[in-house]
C-alpha cells in the first residue's frame, strides 16, 4: 500500500524519482552527517526494486522537515517463521516530525511487523522508543561509532595489486557465502543480502589462481559498510585493507559518502578504518525492535 502523493506541506509524501533528485541535493548539504539517509536515496533512485522507499514531508518554504528511508526486508522469528522487517534511517528537523512520519507510513503493519532503524547519537530519542514500545515490541540498542572518509579522499585511494590475489564487486552467486560466514545471519535472510550485492556497490578479493572467494565486504543501506570477512587461513595478509580500500573508492564514484558503523569494541575493524582514512564522525546507535517473544 501506498501513500498519496500530495503537495501540500502537512501531508507525508511518497517520493517520485524526480523528487527523489531534490531530496539528494537537500541532504547533499547535510553530509557528513546523515550520510546513512543520503545512502539510502541514493539506493532507492539507483535501483529499480520495490523494497526501498522514500518519504518525506515538506515544510512551508518548499523545503523539507523531515526524510525518511524504508527497506522491506524479512527475518526469522522464534517459531521459525520468516518475519516480515523494516529497515529505517531517518532525518528530520525535530523529534516529533519524525515521529509524525513514522506513523503516517500506511505500509507498515504495527500489528505484526519488525524493525531496524539506525541514528546519530548512542541512543534513540525516547518518544521514538515509545512509538514502538506502546505496540508491544522490544527494543535492542547498540550504541556503535560512525566513521566517515571523504568522498573526494575516498576517490583519490590508489588501488595497489597484490601478489596472488584480485579484487573486483561481488556477484549474485556470492550472497550465499556471505550470509553463511556473517556472525548475524540470524537477524537476516540470504535474499536481503542478495538484495544489497546487486543494488549497492561491493568488494571481493579472489584468489587468482582459483577464483576463490576469501576475503568480501557489502554495502547496505541502513549500516553502510558492512560484513566484511576473511576466511581464516587467508587472514593477516591485509586482505580486509584491501577490500575496505577498494569498496571505499567504488562507493565515491557511485555517488556515495563512504562510512560504517563499528561498536567501539571491534578494535580490528576500527583499525582498519582508520588506516584507510575514515575519521570518527561521533556516536551512533542500532535499535532493533521485535516482538517479546522474537528470537
Not at 79 to 86: D, G, I, P
Amino acid at each position: 500500500m501506498e501513500l498519496h502523493v500530495s503537495e501540500s506541506s502537512d501531508q507525508v509524501q511518497l517520493a517520485t524519482r524526480q523528487q527523489l533528485f531534490s531530496l539528494l541535493a537537500f541532504l547533499d548539504k547535510k553530509l557528513p552527517d546523515y550520510c546513512e539517509v543520503y545512502g539510502h536515496v541514493l539506493t532507492s533512485l539507483c535501483s529499480t526494486d520495490p523494497i526501498y522507499k522514500v518519504f518525506f514531508l515538506r515544510d512551508s518554504n518548499d523545503g523539507y522537515r523531515a526524510v525518511v528511508g524504508l527497506q522491506r526486508d524479512g527475518r526469522r522469528n522464534s517459531r521459525n517463521e520468516m518475519q516480515r522487517a523494516w529497515l529505517i534511517t531517518a532525518w528530520a528537523v525535530d523529534e516529533l516530525t519524525k515521529l509524525q512520519v513514522f506513523k503516517s507510513i500506511e505500509d507498515v503493519n504495527w500489528q505484526t511487523d519488525e524493525f531496524v532503524f539506525s541514528g546519530r547519537k548512542s541512543e534513540p530519542h525516547p518518544i521514538i522508543a515509545a512509538l514502538f514500545a506502546d505496540h508491544g515490541r522490544k527494543l535492542a540498542v547498540y550504541q556503535m561509532d560512525l566513521y566517515v572518509i571523504d568522498r573526494q579522499e575516498a576517490l583519490n585511494i590508489e588501488l595497489r595489486a597484490r601478489d596472488g590475489v584480485y579484487v573486483k564487486s561481488l556477484e549474485s552467486h556470492h550472497a550465499g557465502t556471505v550470509y553463511d560466514n556473517w556472525a548475524y545471519r540470524e537477524i537476516t535472510t540470504v535474499d536481503s543480502v542478495l538484495d544489497s550485492v546487486m543494488a549497492s556497490p561491493s568488494a571481493g578479493v579472489f584468489v587468482k589462481d582459483s577464483d576463490q572467494l576469501v576475503c568480501w565486504m557489502t554495502s547496505r543501506v541502513h549500516v553502510g559498510m558492512s560484513q566484511l570477512h576473511t576466511l581464516e587461513q587467508f587472514r593477516h595478509r591485509g586482505y580486509a585493507t584491501l577490500a575496505t580500500r577498494y569498496l571505499s573508492k567504488r562507493l565515491a564514484q557511485s555517488g556515495y559518502v563512504p562510512y560504517a558503523i563499528v561498536s567501539p569494541s571491534n578494535e580490528p575493524s576500527v583499525r582498519c578504518f582508520k588506516g584507510v582514512g575514515f575519521k570518527s564522525n561521533g556516536p551512533f546507535h542500532i535499535c532493533e525492535v521485535t516482538f517479546p517473544d522474537s528470537g
